[in-house]
């Protein structure tokens, strides 16, 4: 679908391929949902540029800016739901003094948001129905970076209280989706970096509008890198849990290996087919069974006054 939105009276109609063509695009919002590979070439005539310049980049979460002629091309990403590196939808920026066209495969709700501040702008120019738009993105990213906080700390204390497969896997998965979270973030914020010292964006308060788009993304790197740090201490203390109870384990089995080993040892001995002291002797059972008792019991009690077990 192919929409036009007047920057200065918010009128907006749908436009077909034909209309593109003819359409006047100075102080307009082109905006491509979901676009067929017809529309995409059809826009580029009408611009002046190379149809190649619109293919959505196949990594998802990879952004940046191209300066063509006169015009600024952005690629962006917004997160549909909770965040996932399958779900990251790209965007599309075309920034010009004059107009601003953006190409996206879904409408997420940070568009949908950036759509209702643009209607409420008055004075909007096509810099800042970019700035309104990348801001609902920005924002989105603080609600997942809540998501992530709250989903660490369930993770973390299901460690404390259960040390299984299935916590060290949820572990590792939050750990990765933050690291390539990361990675977004950093794209866009290089992204943001040269579009605010570009002439695309005016001197004065416009510049500051972009200076604070570019704090709150340095803002999100630094959550984002902690909660990473936070993990792996995480991990370590799963690990350090474990490695506790497997020698809590293994020191239990090895008492009872010394506790058992003097009766096993005299049972040994009597088992030979050769003379031993008290062999014939009537008692001599009862004597053997009483003797590994009470050796065994010696060094229980021996252990226990050591708090070896």
Same mark, same amino acid.
């Given at each position: 679908?192919?929409?036009?939105?007047?920057?200065?009276?918010?009128?907006?109609?749908?436009?077909?391929?034909? %209309?593109?063509?003819?359409?006047? &695009?100075?102080?307009?919002?082109?905006?491509?949902?979901?676009?067929?590979?017809?529309?995409? *070439?059809? &826009?580029?005539?009408?611009?002046?540029?190379?149809?190649?310049?619109?293919?959505?980049?196949?990594?998802?979460?990879?952004?940046?800016?191209?300066?063509?002629?006169?015009?600024?091309?952005?690629?962006?990403?917004?997160?549909? *739901?909770?965040?996932?590196?399958?779900?990251?939808?790209? +965007?599309?920026?075309?920034?010009?003094?004059?107009?601003?066209?953006?190409?996206?495969?879904?409408?997420?709700? !940070?568009?949908?948001?950036?759509?209702?501040?643009? %209607?409420?702008?008055?004075?909007?120019?096509?810099?800042?129905?970019?700035?309104?738009?990348?801001?609902?993105?920005?924002?989105?990213?603080?609600?997942? /970076?809540?998501?992530?906080?709250?989903?660490?700390?369930?993770?973390?204390?299901?460690?404390?209280?259960?040390?299984?497969?299935?916590?060290? *896997?949820? /572990?590792?998965?939050?750990?990765?989706? /933050?690291?390539? +979270?990361?990675?977004?973030?950093?794209?866009?914020?290089?992204?943001?970096?040269?579009?605010?010292?570009?002439?695309?964006? !005016?001197?004065?308060?416009?510049? %500051?509008?972009?200076?604070?788009?570019?704090?709150?993304?340095?803002?999100?790197?630094?959550?984002?890198?902690? +909660?990473?740090?936070?993990?792996?201490?995480?991990?370590?203390?799963? &690990?350090?849990?474990?490695?506790?109870?497997?020698?809590?384990?293994?020191?239990? &089995?090895?008492?009872?290996?010394?506790?058992?080993?003097? !009766?096993?040892?005299?049972?040994?001995?009597?088992?030979? =087919?050769? =003379?031993? !002291?008290?062999?014939?002797?009537?008692?001599?059972?009862?004597?053997?069974?009483?003797?590994? +008792?009470?050796?065994?019991?010696?060094?229980?009690?021996?252990?226990?006054?050591? *708090?070896?077990?």
């Amino acid at each position: 679908m192919i929409s036009i939105t007047d920057l200065k009276t918010k009128k907006r109609s749908i436009l077909n391929k034909d %209309e593109l063509k003819k359409v006047e &695009l100075k102080g307009m919002w082109l905006d491509f949902l979901d676009p067929s590979s017809s529309d995409i *070439k059809n &826009l580029a005539e009408k611009i002046g540029v190379d149809a190649s310049v619109f293919q959505t980049v196949e990594i998802r979460t990879y952004s940046t800016v191209t300066f063509i002629k006169n015009l600024c091309v952005i690629y962006f990403s917004s997160l549909t *739901k909770s965040y996932d590196s399958k779900k990251v939808s790209p +965007f599309i920026f075309v920034l010009s003094p004059d107009f601003m066209v953006t190409i996206r495969k879904e409408d997420t709700m !940070p568009m949908k948001l950036g759509k209702e501040r643009i %209607e409420k702008d008055t004075n909007i120019k096509p810099y800042s129905a970019v700035y309104h738009i990348m801001d609902e993105i920005l924002s989105d990213y603080f609600n997942y /970076l809540e998501q992530a906080e709250n989903k660490g700390t369930a993770v973390e204390k299901e460690i404390l209280n259960r040390t299984d497969d299935n916590a060290l *896997k949820d /572990l590792f998965k939050l750990k990765s989706e /933050l690291i390539v +979270f990361n990675k977004l973030l950093w794209y866009e914020r290089g992204v943001i970096a040269s579009l605010k010292k570009s002439s695309f964006i !005016p001197k004065g308060g416009a510049k %500051e509008l972009f200076d604070g788009l570019h704090d709150d993304i340095a803002r999100q790197i630094d959550i984002v890198e902690t +909660f990473i740090e936070t993990l792996s201490d995480s991990m370590d203390a799963y &690990l350090s849990i474990v490695s506790n109870k497997t020698n809590a384990i293994v020191k239990i &089995l090895t008492s009872i290996t010394i506790i058992l080993f003097v !009766p096993t040892i005299i049972g040994t001995f009597y088992g030979m =087919n050769v =003379n031993l !002291p008290f062999q014939q002797d009537a008692n001599a059972f009862y004597f053997l069974i009483s003797s590994s +008792f009470l050796l065994a019991a010696g060094i229980l009690a021996y252990f226990r006054h050591k *708090k070896w077990i």
